[in-house]
Structures are given as C-alpha cells and as structure tokens.
C-alpha cells in the first residue's frame, strides 16, 4: 500500500510555543490531506480537511486560527499547533488519499506533549 | 455518512478465526463498507473495503450481508500481532470524503 510518513513521531514542547508537524505521502500524489487528533482512550476525531493548493476545511469546534495547515504541495501538508497549552497534547494523525483509488492511508501519528 | 455498531470488545485465540461483526442498518446505497485496524499508539491501517460482494485479500476477508445491513471482518488465522482496535466505517467513495471514526472493537488475541 501506499506509505505515508509524518515527522516528527513525538514533541515536547512548551506552553505558548508553536509546533509544526509535516505529513508526507512517499509515493503517490495526495490530492487531499486529513488531520486527525486523538484522545487517549478515544477514537480519532477529524479536525480538517485539505486540498492541494486550497485553504483547509475544518471541523465544527476547531479553531483554524490555532491550527493553521497548509498543503502546499501534492506530497506535503503541514500542521502548526500554535500558542500551544497543555490541552492540545494529544495524538496528532493525518493521512492522504489521491490517484485512482479513494482510499486513505495514515500516517504513524505525532504524540504532542505540552508542558 | 451511516452510523456503525460495532461490540466494544472481542477475545479471540491465537490461531483462531476472529470473526467482528459490524450493523449499519442505514447504510446507503451508494455507500461502502470499510474496515481498519489501530495497533496501540499508531496510525490506522487500511484492512479491506467492499460495496455488494464479499471480498478477500491478503490480510482478511468482508462478508457483507445480501442487505448490506451489516458486515463480518474475518481474520482467518489470528496472532498475537492482531491484537488492535478495528474500526468499521461506512461511506460514499470520493476523494475527498473523510471517514468518520466510531469507538470500534478492541481484540484482544490470546495465546
């Protein structure tokens, strides 16, 4: 299946820096990028949604001014936590769908801790 | 999207067939059913999909009811390697439709 890596797997951070997070597709173009987060003991809630060369959409609840993401290119979207507080430490997942199948493939996950 | 019901959790003996049901009784027609699995603290894995017809692949196989009511995930062979939270999701394939996440089955494969 098609691989898709986010970097970095795990942050500490502390509260009111920001974060970027990137999620790359490795080996196909990712007409559309998801950002997920979950909660411990929790499912994954979606937070936006993005196409290549377009302002992300995002969920009910998500603030777009704290979580910019930009998808910049068909391989690349980036998520920046910013003025991050400890309550935005969680699991942070993307994942990309793109060519001829309308599957989606996950990243590894980023575990943001904010101290 | 549809609504899933999926039991919270299942024990399954390794070597064993395990076998996750899944209702979605409001499944569309133009929907269809997804399967993927989350090993502890990674990013889900695509397991399998089908509309209509049962389907197999290397990982496992979809038995879709004639009604498409409900689904049945089967791992043939199961080890202690498939121990995850299984998600059974429901919807339209389009590129940009996310998919929507419920609580899952958490399988516990035991030696």
């Known amino acids: 299946g098609a691989v898709v890596s986010q970097h970095p797997s795990r942050v500490i951070c502390k509260s009111g820096t920001s974060v970027k997070i990137e999620c790359r597709s490795l080996?196909?173009?990712?007409?559309?990028m998801f950002w997920y987060r979950q909660f411990p003991k929790q499912s994954l809630m979606l937070m936006a949604t993005s196409n290549e060369g377009s302002k992300a959409t995002y969920e009910q609840g998500v603030e777009k001014d704290k979580f910019l993401i930009n998808h910049a290119s068909l391989t690349l979207s980036t998520l920046t936590v910013t003025s991050a507080h400890p309550e935005d430490s969680s699991f942070y997942i993307c994942?990309?769908?793109?060519?001829?199948?309308?599957?989606?493939?996950f990243g590894p996950g980023t575990r943001l801790t904010v101290t | 999207d549809a609504k899933t019901t999926q039991p919270t959790s299942m024990d399954c003996a390794e070597g064993r067939a395990a076998n996750l049901p899944c209702n979605h009784s409001?499944?569309?027609?133009?929907?269809?059913v997804y399967w993927y699995r989350q090993i502890h603290s990674q990013g889900p894995q695509y397991i399998i999909h089908?509309?209509?017809n049962n389907e197999t692949n290397e990982m496992a196989s979809l038995i879709i009811t004639e009604d498409r009511k409900s689904s049945t995930l089967i791992l043939p062979h199961a080890t202690l390697r498939d121990t995850a939270v299984y998600y059974c999701?429901?919807?339209?394939?389009?590129?940009?439709?996310?998919?929507?996440f419920g609580g899952g089955t958490r399988l516990m494969v035991k030696p």
């Open positions: 994942s990309a769908s793109g060519g001829l199948s309308y599957e989606q493939y």
């Open positions: 080996d196909f173009q990712a007409t559309t």
């Open positions: 999701i429901v919807r339209v394939d389009n590129a940009g439709n996310m998919l929507t």
């Open positions: 409001t499944i569309s027609g133009n929907e269809y």
């Open positions: 089908g509309l209509k």
